[in-house]
């Protein structure tokens, strides 16, 4: 039996039978029982977990895991940062839950957030705490923009990811999840991103953000495109459960060229990127670009207490008393873990650890980029993502994807799927990452697909 201490100290995996064991297999066949059709992970990640320290997770039956899941981006220092779980047990004798009322511990989060903007950012923000989700702070941005401008519409793009909720599912690119839950929020127009390896216009991917953004400006400005003077743009900078997509600078810029000169709101959707995991604070720096909402949440309290926020420029808050509420938008134990990971990050120069290990992880899988199933290697920070298809037909290898992620888990890395057809193994490791577990993880994967491909038709080299 591994304890926590010892957990915290490990340095690799350890898996020492079948998966899943005996204990995780009857969690999981009463979880079938009990719980609803809806869950996802369990599915392909067939564990039970018992702890987890860091970088790694140990479930029921002993075995040790990697885990570049991480709670989905949401623990940028990995499990159980000891510093947090203090500052959070001090912070519950004090308050836990506190609406929206001004508590000391608020006012230091909301001026550690501000601090944590572009300098020329921070006096013209304003806050807004949402419900405990991303999805809940995309609804309040939506909301506030239609408030703001008088207008209806909404742009999106394709592949994009902001929710499941029902505005933020309708902005989302993903088809299968709306079409069993019809009449959703109407006025929503897609768009193509700029994925230029597989350019959505066929174009040659030379020329594929151009054309992106061209498609965009001249539908905006064209009186018959069928499309109204919009309330809003949405976008993620880099699209994450798209495929670990990063938009190209020229796209974003345009993008938000055109909508500053007609007036249009432009949010910038940094729910997984936000925090650090691009290398930034948030990936919009990396783009010379300033939004007028960002939508943050994730990583916002260091380990995974929920909150979600809106940060908008102060001449859109128009909105009146109670326009988006929330019982739980005072957590007052992400707050107090919220200004001391801000701390953590500076102290310990975690977002240079994450440009460090990001070169490092892109370093370890470049071997990947000539393989004949892998079609892309593409990302930013430790956002990654390995994209297969089939060399016979150049389609998503989804199937592949699978087996690689079952494989990995099997010889005790955790990784979670994205992208068209789930044909791009994703990688979302702690921030804090060691440069000796980040090396064996991508020796992990690459051996994973390196072993597997090599099994079908079309051999690797």
């Known amino acids: 039996m591994t304890n926590k201490t010892e957990l915290a100290d490990w340095t690799g995996p350890l898996v020492s039978g079948p998966i899943p064991g005996p204990q995780s297999a009857a969690f999981l066949a009463r979880q079938e029982a009990r719980e609803s059709n809806a869950r996802t992970y369990p599915r392909h990640l067939p564990i039970a977990i018992a702890e987890a320290a860091g970088s790694f997770v140990r479930d029921v039956d002993g075995n040790v895991f990697i885990d570049f899941l991480n709670g989905a981006g949401v623990l940028p220092f990995g499990h159980n940062h000891p510093e947090l779980v203090r500052v959070a047990a001090d912070q519950m004798l004090v308050e836990t839950h506190g609406l929206d009322f001004p508590t000391p511990v608020k006012d230091a989060f909301i ?3 501000l601090s944590m903007l572009p300098v020329d950012m921070q006096d013209r923000m304003k806050i807004h705490f949402c419900g ?9 941005a939506i909301k506030l923009c239609k408030t703001a401008t008088r207008r209806g519409e909404i742009i999106s793009f394709q592949g994009g990811f902001h929710g499941s909720t029902a505005a933020a599912m309708a902005l989302t690119g993903l088809v299968a999840p709306k079409s069993h839950v019809q ?18 216009l066929g174009m040659s991917p030379a020329t594929c953000s151009t054309n992106c953004a061209t498609f965009l400006e001249h539908s905006l400005k064209d009186d018959l495109s069928g499309i109204p003077l919009p309330a809003a743009v949405i ?25 500053r000169e007609l007036g249009i709101p432009l949010i910038v959707d940094e729910v997984q990127t936000g925090c650090g995991r691009t290398g930034t604070w948030f990936s919009f720096e990396q783009y010379g670009i300033e939004p007028d909402v960002i939508v943050a949440s994730k990583a916002l309290s260091g380990m995974g207490l929920p909150i979600a926020l809106i940060m908008y420029d102060k001449a859109m808050d128009v909105w009146e008393p109670g326009a ?21 990050f500076q102290r310990d120069d975690i977002l240079g650890n994450v440009r460090r290990r990001s070169e490092q992880c892109f370093g370890l899988l470049a071997p990947l980029q000539q393989h004949p199933w892998v079609r892309e290697i593409r990302g930013k920070g430790l956002l990654v993502g390995v994209e297969l298809m089939d060399p016979r037909t150049e389609m998503p290898a989804g199937d592949l994807a699978a087996e690689v992620q079952s494989e990995a888990l099997n010889r005790g890395l955790i990784l979670e799927l994205g992208g068209r057809d789930s044909s791009v193994v994703r990688l979302l490791p702690p921030l804090n990452i060691t440069a000796e577990v980040m090396e064996t993880a991508c020796h992990i994967l690459v051996d994973c697909i390196d072993r597997l491909a090599s099994m079908l038709d079309v051999p690797a080299p």
Do not use: W
């Open 111 to 113: 001026d550690t957030q």
């Open 132 to 140: 405990p989700t991303g999805a809940n702070a995309v609804e309040a």
């Open 183 to 200: 009449n959703g929020m109407p006025g929503v127009h897609f768009f193509p991103y700029s994925y230029c390896s597989q350019c959505p």
């Open 235 to 259: 976008l993620e900078l880099v699209q994450g459960e798209g495929g670990s997509i990063p938009a190209t600078i020229e796209f974003a810029q345009r993008v938000r060229a055109v909508t």
């Open 324 to 344: 988006h509420i929330g019982t739980f938008r005072g957590n007052q134990l992400a707050f107090a873990t919220g200004v001391e990971a801000v701390k953590i």
